[in-house]
């Protein structure tokens, strides 16, 4: 897929898709592999043969309808991506027919309300497991949240039951980095030593490293970087500070990387004083939107209202700039993914009628890479024809994947599970939504 380039963006090389995907719960850096995406098997990681797993004997469905589930916060600010996410899987999938089987899709909620409408690890567990224990259930779409992908792929794994995520984006999930994945990271996932799991986007270690070298080469020195302390957070604001140092920039928040806040804090006026008497020039927030991000950005702004902000596609979203209002004005942000505007072909032409269909309004970000998952799931049901419900038949025609025409250009995935190929999206937030398109950056050094 040809995409535009970016004029005032310093030029660097080729870049793997990453992408957003919040998530829950704390990652303390490795010691393992290298801080490249890995192809083809990650330092330590297990890829094995699903066929001769345990857990993948005799994994078949009866009768003639074929179970596909999704499971992605339908509450909070996640409500406006979600909800799109939803419709077009549904589209895509239900009602379809598979010789004489027939798909039918369910829409699982990982919210809850005790979490403010985000994702809940009590009610992703329940829904991995209502989905492991159906029969019938060949693919598990999800999550959006790489939290919540922790806790439900080894479920799935111990069923030999598919996951494919439009969203996450953490590179623990498929492979290690130095200094931004767990220890132990991500064999612990895959019990069955199999891999279970694919994702159509990138991860932030690579989005991370394209931001950063985005803020060196427009001249931006020192960085202040914060997250809030989730899984997603904490890995693209590690990835992020640890590649700016290693260009060349100064890292000027705790220990030289990403420093936590308290996402239920009521006022940051106090981490505002501590980022000015830093002598930043710039600050990287690793950062869902419903985690505190509004006042985080108000009170930066009122305490420093020429420092220049940049935020990932955990806040890449309307929801986010309706909290921030003005603060968000200036905001540099990133997308792991192709923009809107630069897709092409049946892309193109779907993102047409999509705003034909919902009174001109362009479909959000990751709702282009929830049509793509269910294009994959299409595509993998369609070839294992009488075998659609046997899992593992189901699962390798997934993991196998490679060329495949879908929305965002050609998809496939490497042993990791990994997306291979793609960009990343870079904008500047004007005086309004949406952000205005940059074009494309990337990680060269």
């Not at 857990?55 to 074929?66: M, P, T, V």
């Amino acid at each position: 897929m040809k995409l535009s380039k970016v004029g005032a963006l310093a030029a660097v090389s080729v870049l793997a898709f990453a992408a957003c995907s919040s998530s829950g719960g704390s990652a303390a850096p490795s010691s393992g592999a290298s801080g490249a995406a890995a192809s083809g098997g990650a330092s330590g990681a297990t890829t094995g043969d699903p066929a001769s797993a345990a857990a993948c004997k005799d994994k078949k469905g009866s009768g003639n309808e074929i179970h596909v589930y999704s499971s992605l916060p339908l509450g909070g600010t996640n409500t406006p991506q979600t909800t799109a996410m939803v419709e077009q899987i549904k589209a895509t999938l239900d009602g379809q027919k598979i010789g004489d089987m027939t798909i039918k899709y369910t829409s699982l909620d990982d919210s809850s309300a005790a979490k403010n409408g985000d994702w809940d690890g009590t009610v992703e567990t329940s829904n991995a497991n209502q989905a492991a224990n159906d029969p019938n259930a060949m693919v598990y779409i999800g999550t959006y949240n790489s939290g919540a992908a922790k806790l439900s792929i080894p479920i799935l794994n111990a069923a030999c039951l598919i996951m494919l995520s439009p969203a996450n984006s953490y590179p623990g999930l498929t492979h290690a980095v130095d200094g931004v994945t767990a220890q132990g990271e991500p064999d612990t996932y895959y019990p069955g030593g199999y891999r279970n799991y694919a994702r159509v986007i990138n991860t932030d270690d690579n989005q991370g490293g394209a931001s950063s070298e985005w803020a060196l080469s427009l001249g931006f020195k020192k960085a202040y970087v914060v997250d809030d302390g989730q899984t997603y957070g904490q890995g693209i604001g590690r990835a992020w500070a640890q590649h700016f140092g290693k260009i060349g920039g100064t890292v000027v928040s705790a220990n030289g990387s990403s420093e936590s806040y308290d996402p239920k804090a009521t006022d940051f006026a106090a981490l505002a004083q501590k980022i000015k008497s830093s002598g930043a020039d710039v600050v990287f927030v690793g950062a869902i939107t419903g985690q505190g991000t509004a006042k985080l950005w108000k009170d930066i702004k009122a305490a420093l209202p020429d420092i220049q902000m940049f935020g990932p596609d955990g806040v890449n979203e309307k929801s986010w700039y309706d909290g921030t209002g003005a603060a968000g004005n200036g905001t540099y942000l990133t997308f792991g993914g192709v923009d809107i505007s630069q897709l092409q072909g049946t892309g193109k032409a779907w993102a047409d009628q999509y705003k034909v269909d919902h009174g001109g309004t362009q479909p959000p970000f990751y709702t282009t890479m929830a049509k793509s998952s269910a294009q994959v799931v299409l595509d993998a049901l369609t070839k294992a024809g009488p075998n659609a419900l046997d899992r593992l038949t189901v699962l390798k025609n997934i993991m196998a994947t490679s060329g495949l025409d879908t929305v965002i250009g050609p998809t496939g995935f490497d042993a990791n599970g990994d997306v291979k190929g793609g960009v990343i999206s870079s904008y500047q937030v004007g005086t309004s939504w949406p952000p205005a398109f940059k074009g494309v950056i990337t990680q060269s050094k």
